[in-house]
C-alpha cells in the first residue's frame, strides 16, 4: 500500500492501526513518533494552588494535576478533608493550607505556605464555591447572598490580585476560575450564584488583559451540573420530597442526558493550565455535555 493512501477517508482505520494488514506505512510513521519521544507529564514541574480544593471538582482536579507532574497546595475550609486527600496524594506532591478564600489575610497565608513549600507558583485554579439558596428574589436571604458573592467573587479576585507578583517574578502561569452555565444564562431562584458567576467572566476578562503582558493567561470552565456535593444540596432546595426525580429531569435537560462527572470538569481544567493551552486567555470554556448550545 502506498504511502499517502489514508487521504482516503476509507482508510482511516487502517490509518490508526486499528487493523492488520492496514496501513503499514502511516502506522509505523505514527508508531516510531511515539516510541522515540519520552512522554513529558503535562504540568511537569508545575505548582498549583486549587481553592475548594477538598470538594468534588477541586479533589479530581488534584488527583489529575499530580498524575501529570504537578505539585499542588490544597485550600479549604475543610482541614479533615484536606489532610485525607493530601494523604492519598503523597505530601511529596501536595500539600495543604485551611484558608477561608474571602479573607486576604488567608490569602496570603495560603500563597506565602505554596511558595514556602514548594518554591513559587504557576497556576491558581480560583475554584471554592458555594451554591447559596434556592429561593425567589423577594424571599432570599441578604446575608446568604453576601456570603455568596465573598465566596465566589472576592475569593477570587483576593486569590488572583495577591498571587499576580508571584506569577509575574516565575515569568507567567495560568488562572483557571471555575465559573457555571449560570454564568451566561440565568436559572430562576439562583439570583446571587447566578450573579456570582456571571461577574467572574467579567473578572476574568479584566484581568486576562491586565496579565497578557507578563504571560498570565486567565479563563474560565462553565459546568453544567456535576455530581457532586453542591448538586444535591440544589436538588433538595429545588424538591426535597423527591432529589431522585430532580435529578433525572435535570439530567433530562443536557441534550448529552446526563451530569457531569467531576473528572469531566478536571480535564479542561488540566488542559488551560497546561501550556498546551499557551494561546488561551481571555476565554469562556462550555464544560456543559451541550446545554449553551
Ligand atoms: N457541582 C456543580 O454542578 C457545579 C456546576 C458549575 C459550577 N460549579 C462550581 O464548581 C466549584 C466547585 O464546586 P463543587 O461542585 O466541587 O462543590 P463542593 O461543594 O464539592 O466544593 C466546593 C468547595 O469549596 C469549599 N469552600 C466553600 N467556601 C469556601 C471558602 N470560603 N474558603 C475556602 N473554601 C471554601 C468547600 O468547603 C468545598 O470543599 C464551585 O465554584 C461551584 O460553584 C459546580
Same mark, same amino acid.
Request: hydrophobic content about 40%.
Given at each position: *500500500?502506498? +504511502?499517502?493512501?489514508?487521504?482516503?477517508?476509507?482508510?482511516?482505520?487502517? %490509518?490508526?492501526?486499528?487493523?492488520?494488514?492496514?496501513?503499514?506505512?502511516?502506522?509505523?510513521?505514527?508508531? @516510531?513518533?511515539?516510541?522515540? &519521544?519520552? %512522554?513529558?507529564?503535562?504540568?511537569?514541574?508545575?505548582?498549583? /494552588?486549587?481553592?475548594?480544593?477538598?470538594?468534588?471538582?477541586?479533589?479530581?482536579?488534584? #488527583?489529575?494535576?499530580?498524575? &501529570?507532574? !504537578?505539585?499542588? *497546595?490544597?485550600?479549604?475550609?475543610?482541614?479533615?478533608?484536606?489532610?485525607?486527600?493530601?494523604?492519598?496524594?503523597?505530601?511529596?506532591?501536595?500539600? %495543604?493550607?485551611?484558608?477561608?478564600?474571602?479573607?486576604?489575610?488567608?490569602?496570603?497565608?495560603?500563597?506565602?505556605?505554596?511558595?514556602?513549600? =514548594?518554591?513559587?507558583?504557576?497556576?491558581?485554579?480560583?475554584?471554592?464555591? +458555594?451554591?447559596?439558596? +434556592?429561593?425567589?428574589?423577594?424571599?432570599?436571604? &441578604?446575608?446568604?447572598?453576601?456570603?455568596?458573592? !465573598?465566596?465566589?467573587?472576592?475569593?477570587?479576585?483576593?486569590?488572583?490580585?495577591?498571587? =499576580?507578583?508571584?506569577?509575574?517574578?516565575?515569568?507567567?502561569?495560568? /488562572?483557571? /476560575?471555575?465559573?457555571?452555565?449560570?454564568?451566561?444564562?440565568?436559572?430562576?431562584?439562583?439570583?446571587?450564584?447566578?450573579?456570582?458567576?456571571?461577574?467572574?467572566?467579567?473578572?476574568?476578562?479584566?484581568?486576562?488583559?491586565?496579565?497578557? !503582558?507578563?504571560? #498570565?493567561?486567565?479563563?474560565?470552565?462553565?459546568?453544567?451540573?456535576?455530581?457532586?456535593?453542591?448538586?444535591?444540596?440544589?436538588?433538595?432546595?429545588?424538591?426535597? @420530597?423527591?432529589?431522585?426525580?430532580?435529578?433525572?429531569? #435535570?439530567?433530562?435537560?443536557?441534550?448529552?442526558?446526563?451530569?457531569?462527572?467531576?473528572?469531566?470538569?478536571?480535564? #479542561? *481544567?488540566? =488542559?488551560?493550565? @497546561?501550556? &498546551?493551552?499557551? =494561546?488561551?486567555?481571555?476565554?469562556?470554556?462550555?464544560?456543559?455535555?451541550?446545554?449553551?448550545?
Amino acid at each position: *500500500m502506498p +504511502v499517502g493512501c489514508c487521504c482516503d477517508t476509507s482508510c482511516a482505520k487502517s %490509518y490508526y492501526g486499528a487493523e492488520p494488514g492496514g496501513c503499514l506505512s502511516s502506522r509505523s510513521l505514527l508508531g @516510531s513518533a511515539i516510541n522515540q &519521544e519520552e %512522554y513529558v507529564p503535562r504540568l511537569d514541574n508545575k505548582v498549583a /494552588i486549587i481553592t475548594g480544593g477538598s470538594g468534588g471538582i477541586g479533589r479530581a482536579a488534584a #488527583i489529575k494535576f499530580v498524575g &501529570e507532574g !504537578a505539585k499542588v *497546595m490544597l485550600v479549604d475550609v475543610d482541614e479533615a478533608a484536606l489532610s485525607a486527600l493530601v494523604s492519598e496524594l503523597g505530601n511529596n506532591v501536595a500539600g %495543604y493550607c485551611v484558608a477561608d478564600v474571602t479573607r486576604t489575610v488567608d490569602t496570603r497565608k495560603y500563597i506565602a505556605a505554596t511558595v514556602e513549600q =514548594f518554591g513559587g507558583a504557576d497556576i491558581l485554579l480560583a475554584n471554592a464555591g +458555594v451554591e447559596g439558596e +434556592v429561593a425567589s428574589i423577594e424571599d432570599y436571604d &441578604e446575608d446568604t447572598f453576601d456570603r455568596v458573592i !465573598a465566596v465566589n467573587i472576592k475569593g477570587v479576585w483576593l486569590g488572583i490580585k495577591h498571587l =499576580f507578583p508571584v506569577l509575574k517574578e516565575r515569568g507567567g502561569g495560568s /488562572i483557571v /476560575i471555575t465559573s457555571s452555565t449560570m454564568g451566561i444564562k440565568g436559572s430562576p431562584g439562583l439570583s446571587a450564584y447566578n450573579t456570582s458567576k456571571h461577574a467572574v467572566i467579567g473578572l476574568m476578562r479584566s484581568t486576562a488583559l491586565d496579565g497578557a !503582558a507578563h504571560k #498570565i493567561r486567565v479563563n474560565t470552565v462553565n459546568p453544567a451540573p456535576v455530581e457532586t456535593r453542591m448538586m444535591r444540596s440544589l436538588e433538595a432546595g429545588i424538591d426535597a @420530597s423527591d432529589m431522585a426525580g430532580t435529578h433525572a429531569r #435535570i439530567a433530562a435537560s443536557i441534550p448529552l442526558q446526563r451530569y457531569g462527572e467531576p473528572e469531566d470538569i478536571a480535564n #479542561i *481544567m488540566l =488542559f488551560l493550565a @497546561s501550556d &498546551e493551552a499557551s =494561546f488561551l486567555t481571555g476565554g469562556v470554556y462550555m464544560a456543559d455535555g451541550g446545554s449553551t448550545a
